[in-house]
């Protein structure tokens, strides 16, 4: 038996949420086209007859500019403690340079994998330049070009992981998915809508939190509040007459019950919290740790 913990990394938008959903065949991490999405370490586990996997998505690395970063950062590094082994992801057209200074960075002491993203849309010249860039690194055990999306590579790379893999026993009962409780994926989901639905500064200002969450007979109703920085943002989310939260709650609303199996009552409310990315007390509220 093998088991142990692969941990994702890489920078904002590489990919790394669509390949943990697509290496555990569930949709546990959200994603957008849009930068910093993910803003904590979520785990996703893989368990077969004779391996168990413990992925972990991260936050993209960055230079954090408030204190919410700063946390998001702390769940890269957190990942990086007890992994047995890393997987660098990057989309095949970063930078190179720039990504392997962050990729040295991490100090790494375990096994990494190479992963190259995206090859979905790239020529086979890059796609030979990047492979030929990173052969050279002293970090790099294995590098594996794949598309997160349409799933070219995956099954070369879960081989790799599990030849990566330490001898053990299984962390998680077989039927586990995740660490995280029901009501972080619901607010994750509704997230996702924020970053999908509205523009600019708005989807970095926001955070979600669920606090209500009650199995009557035939639903499940969820009450949750959108938390902003400043009045004006409560108005854009709100929508004229309310037209923008109502469409919000009906596209959360839909991945919700789709996700719990069952129908459910989606209850919103913006709340002003100024400088609440800043502010120690309600990061901690809101669940960044
Ligand atoms: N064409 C293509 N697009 C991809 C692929 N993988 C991911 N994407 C897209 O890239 C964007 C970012 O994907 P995410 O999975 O959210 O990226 P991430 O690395 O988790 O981003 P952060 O959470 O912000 O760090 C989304 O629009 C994805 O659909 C791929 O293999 N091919
Ligand atoms: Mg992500």
Known sequence: MKAGFVSIFGRPNAGKS?????LTGEKLAIVSPKVQTTRHRI???VTEKDHQIIFSDTPGIIEPRYKLHEKMMLAV???A???DLALL?????????EVNAIFSSLGLKVPAILAVNKIDKADAAR???????????????EIIPLSALNGEGTAALLQAIIHYLP?????????ELSDLPTRFFVAEMIREKIFLLYQDEIPYHTTVIVNEFKQKSTLIKIRAEIIVQRETQKGILLGEGGKMIRQLGTDARKDIEAFLGQKVFLELFVKVRPKWRDNEMMLKEYGYH
């Open 167 to 175: 001898e053990g026993e299984p962390f998680f009962e077989g039927d």
């Open 43 to 45: 785990k996703g586990i």
């Open 77 to 79: 590094k957190s990942a």
């Open 127 to 141: 796609k030979d330049e990047v492979i030929r860039f990173f052969g050279d690194k002293k970090y790099v055990s």
């Open 89 to 97: 992801l990057i989309d095949v057209h970063e930078n190179l340079e």
């Open 18 to 22: 669509t390949l943990l959903n697509k």
């Open 81 to 83: 403690a007890d992994a």
